[in-house]
């Protein structure tokens, strides 16, 4: 027999073992974490640390193949988002295949409407403009996340402030439609000046960019499908 066209007896087996060594990994951690966390035993705290780390990440892989499965039986990204306790945007970014990100699949072919787009971009900006960069990150997808971290937001609005002074008003925003992008431009009004703030937001109602513009940009408003 070719060796390439293995025994599914022998497949069914090594799942199995690595099923059994999985679980039996898993237990063995949460044990010796319990066990350092109560005190009940002379265990070293950096043996607990590093088991309580363990514990993180084969429940992290536990978790992962059990969305897998859950995808198997056709639930959606907003069920799993609800029992993971977070967004289903949050879920697709961190749980979603390759094949599930191309933008052929149902998560990507819809373009966000205008009012969500809106929605997330002012509230990103509010986030921005109250110095709640909290707000901001999570509104973020992971790159943004990753390339304007909250230091470097707070610097950017010091920045700002130091050039044109205070917040007066936050404007209207205006929309326009880029591929399956909504690009929001909002006028903000300084004491000594006006600036376009723009959020690019994605398919997956996530900011994925943020930008300063130098002047205020005269856009059409895209008053598209709702």
Do not use: K
């Not at 966390?37 to 193949?65: F, H, Y």
């Not at 700002?160 to 929001?184: A, F, K, N």
């Amino acid at each position: 027999m070719n060796s390439s066209e293995a025994n599914p007896n022998d497949r069914d087996a090594t799942a199995m073992m690595n099923d059994a060594l999985f679980v039996g990994g898993l237990a063995m951690a949460a044990e010796v974490t319990l066990t350092g966390l109560r005190g009940e035993a002379d265990v070293d705290t950096l043996d607990v640390i590093a088991s309580a780390r363990s514990l993180r990440l084969l429940t992290d892989d536990a978790i992962a193949r059990l969305v897998r499965r859950a995808r198997t039986e056709h639930q959606s990204w907003a069920a799993i988002g609800t029992a993971l306790g977070t967004s289903r945007q949050a879920a697709f970014e961190r749980y979603a295949t390759d094949t599930e990100r191309e933008p052929s699949t149902e998560e990507h072919s819809v373009r966000l409407s205008v009012a969500s787009a809106r929605e997330v971009a002012r509230s990103f900006l509010d986030g921005f403009v109250t110095r709640e960069f909290a707000t901001c990150r999570r509104l973020s997808d992971p790159q943004l996340a990753r390339g304007l971290p909250e230091p470097v937001l707070a610097a950017l609005l010091e920045s700002v402030r130091q050039d044109l002074g205070e917040i007066l008003e936050v404007g209207d925003s205006r929309i326009t439609s880029y591929g399956s992008m909504q690009i929001v431009d909002t006028p903000v009004v300084f004491s000594r000046g006006t600036r376009m703030v723009r959020v690019v937001v994605t398919p997956l109602g996530l900011a994925g960019g943020f930008f300063l513009l130098a002047s205020e940009v005269d856009r059409p408003v895209d008053d598209g499908d709702e």
